[in-house]
T-cell receptor, first 110, second 115 residues
């Protein structure tokens, strides 16, 4: 069983829709990261969370430590949001290694 | 502001050849990392360097060596390339002690094919 699981694996939506991507993990963590990988391959850090909620523009990330679950929301989605969204966690007490989810491929149609 | 610069962007090697992937960051970050990404799989850590002068193995270090040349540069060497090392390689850096407290900055990736 993967320690970090994302759902859905693939998501296609129409422009303007509200998007939710989920990340569940099975280990105790000290932080959770959300990253975006563009179709060209580049990777960008979006958020790092250890509790609560963070917002940046149209992106919102939440985490529930007790439930071992995080969500990434995109409001008013746009075709330029099309990318792979990756969740990664740092396990409590571990070294520098992150445990990576397999990613969610998002396509926003005009 | 270049961020993290990786070279080359593309490379084709024959089995048994060697090569070095270069990575440099201009953000004064302490920690640097090398990852590989295979189709349908998450990123896997090859080696990391918590600070200048230190390097440690990650999840998949076999077949690779690294050098933290100075605070800016962290290179990855394949001594004898194998087809199983065909992958996309990413270099990354982060600011503080332990990636948990700080976000990452990634290079644009190196697409390596070993034939």
């Amino acid at each position: 069983k993967n320690e970090v699981e994302q759902s859905p694996q693939n998501l296609t939506a129409q422009e303007g829709e509200f998007i939710t991507i989920n990340c569940s993990y099975s280990v105790g963590i000290s932080a959770l990261h959300w990253l975006q990988q563009h179709p060209g391959g580049g990777i960008v850090s979006l958020f790092m969370l250890s509790s609560g909620k963070k917002k940046h523009g149209r992106l919102i990330a939440t985490i529930n430590i007790q439930e071992k679950h995080s969500s990434l929301h995109i409001t008013a989605s746009h075709p330029r949001d099309s990318a792979v969204y990756i969740c990664a966690v740092k396990e409590e007490g571990s070294n520098y290694q992150l445990i990576w989810g397999a990613g969610t491929k998002l396509i926003i149609k005009p | 502001n270049a961020g993290v610069t990786q070279t080359p962007k593309f490379q084709v090697l024959k089995t048994g050849q060697s090569m070095t992937l270069q990575c440099a960051q201009d953000m004064n970050h302490n920690s640097m990392y090398w990852y590989r990404q295979d189709p349908g799989m998450g990123l896997r850590l090859i080696y990391y360097s918590a600070s200048e002068g230190t390097t440690d193995k990650g999840e998949v270090p076999n077949g690779y060596n690294v050098s933290r040349l100075n605070k800016r540069e962290f290179s990855l060497r394949l001594e004898s390339a194998a087809p199983s090392q065909t992958s996309v390689y990413f270099c990354a850096s982060s600011t503080g002690q332990g990636a948990s407290n700080y976000g990452y900055t990634f290079g644009s990736g190196t697409r390596l094919t070993v034939v």
